[in-house]
């Protein structure tokens, strides 16, 4: 009975494969680790759906850019819009659509891990090793009544080029006049002090095994690994914990017709204020490089899914779903596809 059942389903998406136009073709990307739980289940089932194979390696947004300039990959990932320097550097028209939103939040290890109240100004003394024990007045003050440790901390970063890093220090930069003077924002920064661990996944496991550290990382990795996140105090001063609806509300913005903006410190009284859009980016013209059409026409429906039928699994995941505005302005961009010059999406 099992085998009958998995043979109609495989059936099924070959049938769904033939009806929808979807091609065996199989594409490639590379880039943030930040969105990447979200997109392992995204291409899984887009793949037994449509037969489409999608190889997508968590490798930073920093080297997912690198690879997609390079024109090794059909798509890259990143936590972080590409600058205007780096768009100029590509041979050809990059695209930005953002995919679904996500906060960082700052997570730590220390005994009974309660919840602990954090301000900007705060965080970035304690990563440019200003504060450098978990019993210090400033902390303490915030957090009356809480137990804290006679501790060093111990300040755990991304090692990678990381979207992550950009989104986390875009934020600082906004509140931390010494911050933005001294350390900066970028995907990879001269840290004052710390440890560094690669990826999303490295930093919490590193921030998990080490007694007295604080990190930051996704939301849904700190979830997974059962770690405490702080409630960061935003720019009404309110006091916001990382959770669907707070990163939803700091989401309500205009967003300009390339996509490319940042959320951080938000205005929204319910806003977390280091939430942030994470993006695919990809070529307009997708003649490069001797592609079919056949694999341009693949990777416009993968965006044109993406953006649509896939946000009903981002919720499950812990990733906001695209704000309606944000929708359209995606479907405006993946319509101004290319091959050879002309309309690439006809559908």
Not at 126 to 155: E, Q, R
Not at 191 to 209: R, Y
Not at 210 to 226: H, P, R, T
Not at 266 to 280: E, H, K, R
Request: hydrophobic residues 40%; contains cysteine.
């Amino acid at each position: 009975m099992k085998r009958l059942t998995w043979m109609f389903f495989v059936m099924l998406a070959c049938m769904l494969s033939s009806i929808l136009g979807y091609g065996a073709e199989s594409l490639t990307g590379a880039g943030a680790t930040f969105p990447y739980p979200l997109y392992d289940k995204w291409f899984n089932i887009y793949h037994h759906v449509t037969g489409v194979k999608i190889n997508y390696q968590a490798i930073g947004s920093g080297g997912g850019i690198r690879q997609l300039l390079s024109k090794v990959v059909d798509f890259g990932g990143t936590d972080a819009f590409m600058s205007d320097e780096e768009l100029q550097k590509a041979s050809g028209e990059i695209f930005h659509i953002p995919t679904c939103l996500g906060a960082v939040t700052v997570t730590y290890n220390i005994p009974g891990n309660p919840e602990l109240r954090l301000t900007g100004r705060l965080i970035a003394d304690i990563f440019m090793g200003k504060i450098t024990k978990w019993s210090d007045p400033k902390i303490a003050g915030l957090n009356k009544g809480v137990k804290l440790p006679d501790m060093n901390i111990v300040a755990v970063h991304r090692s990678d080029g990381s979207g992550t890093t950009f989104i986390f220090s875009d934020y600082l930069s906004k509140v931390s006049p010494e911050w933005k003077e001294k350390v900066g924002r970028g995907k990879s920064l001269n840290w004052p002090t710390g440890l560094g661990a690669k990826g999303n996944a490295g930093v919490a496991g590193m921030v998990k095994q080490i007694k007295g550290s604080i990190g930051y990382v996704e939301l849904i990795y700190a979830k997974q690994n059962n770690m405490p996140v702080a409630l960061i105090k935003n720019k009404a001063g309110n006091f916001v914990k990382p959770s669907l609806e707070s990163v939803s509300a700091a989401a309500d913005v205009d967003l300009p017709a390339d996509t490319r903006v940042s959320i951080t410190n938000t205005d929204s009284p319910n806003g977390y204020p280091i939430s942030s859009f994470t993006w695919i980016i990809f070529y307009k013209e997708q003649s490069y490089n001797n592609r079919s059409k056949a694999r341009a026409e693949a990777l416009a429906r993968l965006l044109w899914w993406m953006v649509h039928e896939g946000q009903r699994y981002n919720e499950d995941l812990l990733y906001a779903r695209l704000p309606s505005k944000a929708v359209e302005k995606t479907e405006a961009i993946i319509k101004s596809m290319i091959y050879k010059g002309q309309p690439l999406v006809t559908w």
